[in-house]
């Protein structure tokens, strides 16, 4: 359907798929603030699990269409790739929080115990890529693992939230996750929740529009379906996670920007699950190549790096910002330099 449209137009329903995400992206952020606080569920709990799992289906979305494409480097790579763009934010968002470095201000007991769980959710795909090329019913046994593997995370998290057995240095940049007024606390979830759920909608929508027009590109233009998926649409559909995380920095919540991204993260390695039932040509993890492997390596390093820098809490670094996130920038760059110039 997109294949036989002009340049120009498949790169404007590209903008505008992506601008629709973008501002659907920004509604929900408010909205996933207040239902933290009217449920209670905490700022942490929140940007992990309902708003990093929101803004992520337009993500879901593509990899899904690409591995029932066939294409399960493009399918691989967006989800991968986005990791790694998305931990990139919050070092984008610690230059953007003057006051300290957003690690240490951000100090939670669930968003360090979210990261552990991402970087064991990510050797999975590692052990099954190594490994013996084998499925039943199509489908790898490390994803119904994974998936299993995600449902007690979110289960723990939720435990290590509400009852956590160690807390935080207190110091007079830490921020706390409170609700902003006690009235508010009381009101009812409902109205916000079913506003975030259309919203929700309509960032899936996009995400089909956005795998259609990237699977033009890499028929049109004989590009390589790593690249489309790591630099192109992974970046255009973890926009709504850049918004979110600068708006809830601006909003003063913290734990919900860096929840955000680390749970966003811990979702998003659904993607390869699902895309290995929609794959079915055998076990998708068997069908990718070391270009995919390269990125998803890329998305363990910096997710280790974001927690080292999660535990050390270095209150003030050069240039006002965390080594952590230094090293996360340079670490990408060389990463996106690898992938443009380097491969053969």
């Known amino acids: 359907m997109f294949n036989d449209l002009s340049l120009w137009l498949l790169l404007a329903i590209f903008a505008a798929a992506g601008a629709a995400v973008v501002a659907a992206s920004i509604k929900a952020t408010g909205l996933a603030d207040v239902i933290a606080d009217r449920t209670r569920m905490g700022e942490a709990m929140a940007g992990g699990i309902v708003l990093g799992g929101a803004t992520s289906l337009s993500g879901v979305v593509v990899s899904v269409t690409a591995a029932s494409s066939g294409d399960a480097s493009f399918a691989m790579s967006n989800a991968v790739g986005g990791i790694a763009v998305q931990t990139l934010f919050l070092a984008l968002a610690d230059l953007l929080y003057k006051r300290a470095n957003l690690e240490h201000a951000a100090a939670e007991p669930a968003n360090l115990f979210q990261a552990v769980l991402l970087l064991i959710f990510l050797s999975l795909p590692v052990a099954a890529i190594a490994g013996p090329d084998i499925a039943y019913f199509g489908v790898h046994p490390i994803s119904v693992v994974l998936f299993l593997a995600y449902l007690a995370g979110v289960r723990l998290s939720a435990s290590v939230s509400e009852a956590p057995m160690w807390k935080p240095v207190e110091t007079s940049d830490t921020r706390h996750d409170e609700p902003e007024d006690a009235e508010e606390a009381n009101r009812s979830a409902l109205r916000p929740a079913l506003i975030f759920l259309a919203l929700v909608a309509v960032m899936a929508g996009c995400g089909w529009v956005i795998s259609q027009v990237g699977s033009s590109f890499i028929t049109r233009f004989s590009l390589s379906?790593?690249?489309?998926?790591?630099?192109?649409?992974?970046?255009?559909?973890?926009?709504?996670?850049?918004?979110?995380?600068?708006?809830?920095?601006?909003?003063?919540?913290?734990?919900?920007?860096?929840?955000?991204?680390?749970?966003?993260?811990?979702?998003?390695?659904?993607?390869?699950?699902?895309?290995?039932?929609?794959?079915?040509?055998?076990?998708?993890?068997?069908?990718?190549?070391?270009?995919?492997?390269?990125?998803?390596?890329?998305?363990?390093?910096?997710?280790?790096?974001?927690?080292?820098?999660?535990?050390?809490?270095?209150?003030?670094?050069?240039?006002?910002?965390?080594?952590?996130?230094?090293?996360?920038?340079?670490?990408?760059?060389?990463?996106?330099?690898?992938?443009?110039?380097?491969?053969?």
Not at 239 to 262: D, S
């Open 225 to 344: 379906s790593s690249l489309v998926g790591a630099l192109l649409t992974a970046i255009v559909t973890s926009l709504p996670e850049l918004v979110t995380t600068m708006v809830a920095v601006r909003r003063g919540a913290l734990q919900l920007a860096v929840g955000g991204i680390i749970g966003g993260n811990t979702f998003d390695t659904l993607f390869m699950v699902f895309s290995d039932v929609a794959y079915r040509e055998g076990s998708i993890y068997g069908a990718v190549g070391m270009n995919d492997l390269y990125w998803l390596a890329t998305g363990m390093l910096m997710t280790a790096i974001l927690l080292a820098g999660l535990i050390m809490r270095q209150r003030r670094g050069p240039a006002r910002i965390g080594v952590e996130s230094v090293l996360m920038i340079v670490i990408y760059a060389s990463a996106v330099a690898v992938e443009v110039f380097a491969r053969g």
